[in-house]
């Protein structure tokens, strides 16, 4: 028996306690079906494809109603459906959600599944959705950072491989980015990187730089995190400020590897276009790309990492479940979780969505496919970080790039400013102590 399925069977066996919140004990060996709702982000086809395929969908305890919710919409439609007692029984989405809505979500406590069992068990980058308490939720898949890469363009400058090291982006632009002789213009460009407005993912490539240069985006504390944006770890510089400075020097047309400004496309279409020679995207853009532009001749690599980096870091997003305290069918809502993240589970769902797995033994089977293999490296090397708000944070991103790129203010005070609207941003955020919530 595994430590998970112990953890269900205890569960089963307990009252959930959530404030006023009580109900049955819920009996594993009855024969009467629960019906169940989850909310999710991924599309009705996709889950009725993995649900179909399940081995959640064989047991006869449960039967489960699936509600797609648009990302964008999630938040307000969970808040609203809590306080009007119609909330789902069990959340699908990624990790973000988990983290901007956990106060209102059940904690798997540590004296059911201890830290270091869901540390074996998950990738790095599930380290996200630990307490002080306990688990937020269970991952399952994961979506990380890759590096595509245009292979005509890379042929026709006689290049056999993309970068490993990101200081290699300075000598491969003067040759590889193309101008209009007469404008100016970029035609053709080594990377988009440098910009808030048309490069996708830039807080999450900025985030992947300062967790590669040795630093974090914020720390746990007892009770939440604290920011740590400007801290410089005993460093001879600051994560933070290395980050942001080479980041924001491919958009300064003073820089000889000026290489992307914001009057061109958004990142992922200028690349589908044949406009880029590489992009940073995420593994779940591979069809994408393959679909705006079927006769696009790209391959897909690991995020370059620093020169020197004690080991190799990307960013990656977590598909995950979890239960939300306004259900009352928690214990039957961890029954089916149990059943959804087993390997089984986890492998069907991982070939659905084009996504590598997020439990470890599942990556331990390599695939044949060449592309699939390298978003298998990259879940391995997957980290992330608890961003309580990404929304909020998209902004507080957003304007320290922008702060730079206009010339408003330097690398240092754009960086300083960001940490201090973060800490902000926490203070308000920090939730009361979750242990009196949390399944005992």
């Known amino acids: 028996m595994s430590k998970f399925q ?47 395929s399940s081995p959640v969908y064989k047991n006869r305890l449960y039967r489960i109603n699936y509600f797609y919710i648009p990302a964008e919409d999630f938040d307000s439609e969970l808040v609203n459906a809590i306080a009007e007692a119609r909330g789902p029984d069990i959340i699908f989405a990624f990790h973000e959600k988990l983290l901007k809505n956990q106060t209102k979500l059940f904690i798997i406590p540590y004296s ?22 306990g688990e937020l939720g269970i991952p399952l898949v994961v979506d990380p950072l890759v590096l595509y890469y245009n292979k005509d363009i890379f042929a026709n400058a006689s290049l056999v491989e993309p970068p490993k090291l990101w200081e290699q982006m300075y000598t491969l632009s003067p040759d590889m980015t193309k101008k209009d002789p007469k404008t100016g213009r ?40 604290r920011s740590s944006l400007s801290n410089q770890y005993n460093l001879p510089y600051s994560p933070g400020n290395a980050a942001l400075l080479f980041f924001t020097e491919f ?57 020197g980096a004690a080991r190799s870091l990307t960013f990656g997003r977590l598909l995950s479940l979890a239960v939300p305290k306004g259900s009352p069918k928690a214990a039957a809502s961890f029954g089916a979780v149990f059943e959804m993240m087993t390997p089984e589970g986890v492998q069907s769902l991982s070939k659905l969505v084009n996504l590598p797995p997020a439990r470890r033994d599942s990556l331990q089977t390599r695939p044949g496919d060449p592309t699939a293999s390298v ?57 009361q102590p979750i242990t009196q919530n949390a399944i005992q």
């Open 6 to 52: 112990l953890v269900v069977i205890i569960l089963f066996g307990l009252a959930i306690v959530g404030g006023i919140l009580a109900f049955s004990l819920y009996k594993g060996s009855s024969s009467a079906t629960t019906d169940l709702s989850v909310w999710g982000t991924i599309s009705e086809d996709l889950w009725n494809a993995w649900y179909s």
């Open 112 to 133: 059911s599944f201890a830290l270091r069992d869901f540390q074996n068990t998950f990738i790095d980058a599930a380290g996200v959705l630990t307490t002080p308490t």
């Open 186 to 225: 970029i035609v053709k460009s080594l990377i988009p990187l440098g910009d808030s407005s048309n490069v996708l993912y830039a807080k999450d490539i900025l985030a992947t730089l300062i967790m590669q240069a040795g630093g974090k985006v914020v720390e746990d504390t007892t009770s939440f995190i």
């Open 251 to 307: 958009s300064n047309p003073t820089k000889i590897f000026f290489t992307w400004n914001r009057s061109l496309p958004d990142s992922l279409t200028a690349f589908s276009a044949g406009d880029s020679a590489m992009f940073v995207g995420r593994a779940s853009d591979f069809q994408k790309i393959k679909e705006k532009n079927p006769n696009l001749l790209f391959d897909v690599a690991p995020v370059p990492q620093g020169t």
């Open 375 to 431: 978003f298998y490296d990259a879940a391995i090397q997957s980290v992330a970080w608890k961003d309580p708000d990404s929304e909020a944070t998209n902004i507080i991103f957003k304007n320290m790039v922008d702060s730079v790129t206009s010339g408003r203010a330097r690398v240092e005070e754009a960086v300083n400013r960001a940490n201090e609207e973060l800490k902000v941003l926490i203070e308000n955020l920090t939730p």
